[in-house]
Structure formats: C-alpha cells, structure tokens
C-alpha cells in the first residue's frame, strides 16, 4: 500500500495550493499522514514554525482535512533555531488546536451555502472568516 505525507513546506516549496494538495490526495484515499510547518512560497525550506507564514492556509488546509473526516496524524517539521525545542514543540501544537478550534466554531452550513452560491452571497464567506479570526470583543459593520 502507498501513501502520501504531504509536508506542508515542501508543497509551498513547489508552489502548490496547500488545501489543494491535500485534498487531491484525500480524494484518492492515500493521505497517510501530514507534516506541518510554514514556509514562503518558493525559496528553501525553512521549517517555521506552523501558522508564522500564511496562516490562512494553514486553516484551509485544515478545514480541507476537516470536510473529508481525515483523522490521522499530524507531524511536527521544525528547525527552532532561537528557542528552546520544547517550547516551540507546544507553540506549534497550541497553533493547530487554535486555528482548528476556529474551524471547528465555523458555521459549516453556512461555508457550504457561500460557496454553493457565490453568485448570491458575494463577499459573504469572507465577512465570516475575518469575524472567525478577529478578537472576542470586535466591533464590525453589519
């Protein structure tokens, strides 16, 4: 049997759509496991810690993982280079259950009706996610 460990900074390494990635090889029921950091596009690999470089995709590609009921493992690829191993062991693991608690506080209906229907919701999936992201207290505009 074969299978894929998609490692986040190697698929932005390649310029790849992260959430794409991963979904591609759900689709084919070969995602093993997943390996996280960050990392810019292009460039070296870095293995920064999860979420310091584009963490909007770190949360798609977990809600990718979400929608198709992964339950797997979740890897840790890190250089911590100014910091205490263990620390930055629990920083990235505190950074997935973050940007996974939001996922999970999501309005998954409600994702589904905006990306169903763009055409009726413009703007509407993005008004969401910026409320998701935004300290408790906030002040918007209807």
Not at 44 to 73: F, T
């Amino acid at each position: 049997m074969i299978g894929l460990n998609p490692e986040v900074g190697h698929v932005l390494m390649g310029f790849e759509d992260l959430p794409y990635a991963f979904s591609m090889a759900l689709e084919y029921g070969r995602l093993f496991h997943t390996h996280w950091n960050s990392q810019p596009l292009g460039n070296y690999d870095q293995d920064l810690n999860v979420g310091v470089v584009s963490p909007e995709q770190a949360e798609a590609a977990l809600y990718v993982l979400k929608m198709h009921g992964y339950n797997g493992y979740f890897g840790i690829d890190i250089n911590p280079e100014r910091m205490p191993v263990q620390r930055a062991l629990i920083n990235n693991m505190d950074a997935i259950k973050a940007m996974n608690d939001r996922i999970n506080a999501l309005d998954h209906e409600q994702v589904i009706e905006f990306t169903s229907r763009p055409e009726q919701h413009r703007g509407e999936l993005e008004a969401l996610l910026i409320r998701a992201r935004a300290p408790q207290g906030s002040k918007f505009s209807r």
